[in-house]
């Protein structure tokens, strides 16, 4: 039997398949439909945004490779929440505490944090390439070059918009109201992830509310996956949003505390002519394992539920509930 972890970084669920335990690694259609079955809401599975596949990294420098598959198929270039998880995953197979692990774009370097609080295991993780450039994010028709505290006609009349890669694409809005926060931010996500002559490739769109000074509450709603209770790639690009549209509400010296639908993280916006990058320090969870033999993932299918309980969780509500 192989062991599915079924983990989350603020409530932002995955499972993590280690293809190294396997004696034959899933092909990309079986790790498609796999995650198919993960993520439907179908079944009794304890729900989840995608999956987080581990394999052997080529790389000299990376201990292990990490992929992450989209409820919807897509394969998205990285995942702040699921980074962290992996990491926590590769840490204790491999007794190691600072590690680079490969991603699509770049291997990213990733360190043990200490707990959040009882039994709330945490790690920092490297979000970088940093990119403003188009062509990282296609978008067009929207009578622009770049996308910098921009007014967009298009998409609303009266929010200012941020494109940013890290390197997934990332659209920021600075809001004031819960209206725009969850209804205008679900319409947008919606006709921006549909078939659409803006963001040919899907955005990840997420909407913030200025707390006070590097405080911030973000709301996203995911490409390939829809409204999520957080995206670690999201906070990471809106907290630089924050710095560069808002410096004086911002100290980069500091870390930003950014608050989500589940629970919250703390970023460093690291932003010099030379260098942008942000570290991501939050929440690894493992909330339990589903064991299902190499059959049936290859298969896809599920004959019982045989899940166990790490009791993780009850811990972590604890920390969310002394964050309120
Ligand atoms: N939840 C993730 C981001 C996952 C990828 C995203 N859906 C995309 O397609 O870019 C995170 O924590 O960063």
């Known amino acids: 039997m192989i062991n ?23 092909n990309d259609n079986e790790l498609i439909k796999l995650t198919r079955l993960i993520t439907s809401t179908d079944n009794d599975l304890h729900p989840a945004d995608g999956l987080l596949v ?25 995942c702040g929440n699921g980074l962290r998880c992996v990491a926590r995953y590769l840490a204790n197979k491999y007794h190691k505490d600072s590690f680079k692990v490969e991603t699509k774009s770049a291997d990213l370097l990733v360190n043990r944090h200490a707990d959040l ?30 996308i910098l505290n921009t007014a967009l006609p298009q998409l ?61 509450f973000v709301h996203t709603y995911e490409r390939g996956v829809g409204f999520t209770n957080a995206c670690g790639t999201g906070m990471s690009a809106t907290s630089l949003a924050f710095a560069i549209n808002f410096p004086n509400l911002v100290n980069t010296k500091e870390p930003i505390d950014v608050y989500n639908p589940g629970g ?50 009850l811990d972590y509500q604890k920390f969310v509930d002394s964050i309120k």
Not at 182 to 209: E, H, R, W
Not at 275 to 286: D, V
């Open 117 to 146: 609080a009882h039994n709330v295991a945490a790690f920092s993780v490297e979000i970088s390439p940093v990119y403003f450039d188009g062509k990282y994010f296609p978008f067009q028709n929207l009578n622009t070059t770049s």
């Open 4 to 26: 599915l972890f079924y983990v989350h970084g603020s409530e932002n669920h995955f499972y993590i398949l280690d293809q190294t335990l396997l004696n034959n690694k899933l």
């Open 156 to 216: 609303s009349d009266h929010l200012r918009f941020t494109a940013i890669a890290v390197p997934n694409p990332h659209l920021i809005s600075f809001v004031e109201n819960d209206h725009d926060l969850n209804d205008t931010l679900g319409a947008i996500g919606k006709k921006l992830n549909d078939p659409n002559p803006y963001f040919t490739d899907g955005v990840n769109v997420n909407f913030a509310k200025i707390l006070s000074r590097n405080k911030l």
């Open 54 to 78: 581990v394999d052997e990294s080529s790389h000299q420098d990376a201990l292990a490779q990490m992929r992450v598959i989209n409820a919807d198929g897509s394969e998205a270039s990285m």
């Open 264 to 313: 919250m993280v703390q970023t460093k916006v690291h932003n010099t002519p030379n260098s942008q990058w942000i570290e991501l320090i939050g929440n690894a969870t493992f909330v339990g394992k589903l064991s299902i033999s190499e059959e049936n993932l290859h298969a896809a299918k599920i004959d019982n539920i045989n899940f166990t309980d790490t009791g993780e969780e």
